[in-house]
């Protein structure tokens, strides 16, 4: 498996920006279709954004237009950018990896998450 670690998370206000970075260990990370997930207290946690092998990337409605994830397989590194942001994005943001490759979107296709990371979006 591959190890997960996230940074990056913070407050920010309405309509401002972030940026999250996971960075990974073990095996190789380019092998991985990588993915973001948010949970909100009391909420299920959500698919955000993923990011094939080759760098196709899909999205939740919600964010498209907002968020871009991306990965730079020589640092072993995947980023989210987050624009616009709305109080409604306030989660624990997650990281994960996958072994498969059709377009994971659920939890359950994930078998690597790292610890999450805390954004909140003050209004």
């Known amino acids: 498996q591959v190890q997960l670690v996230e940074s990056g998370g913070g407050l920010v206000q309405a309509g401002g920006s972030l940026r999250l970075s996971c960075a990974a260990s073990?095996?190789?990370?380019?092998?991985?279709?990588m993915g973001w997930f948010r949970q909100a207290p009391g909420k299920e946690r959500q698919f955000v954004a993923g990011?094939?092998?080759?760098?196709?990337?899909y999205y939740q409605d919600a964010v498209k237009g907002r968020f871009t994830i991306s990965r730079d397989n020589a640092k072993n590194t995947m980023y989210l950018q987050m624009n616009s942001l709305k109080p409604e994005d306030t989660a624990v943001y997650y990281c994960?990896?996958?072994?498969?490759?059709?377009?994971?979107?659920?939890?359950?296709?994930?078998?690597?998450w790292g610890q999450g990371t805390q954004v909140t979006v003050s209004s």
């Open positions: 994960a990896a996958s072994s498969r490759t059709y377009g994971p979107s659920h939890p359950s296709d994930f078998g690597s």
């Open positions: 073990g095996r190789t990370f380019s092998s991985y279709v």
């Open positions: 990011i094939s092998l080759s760098g196709y990337t």
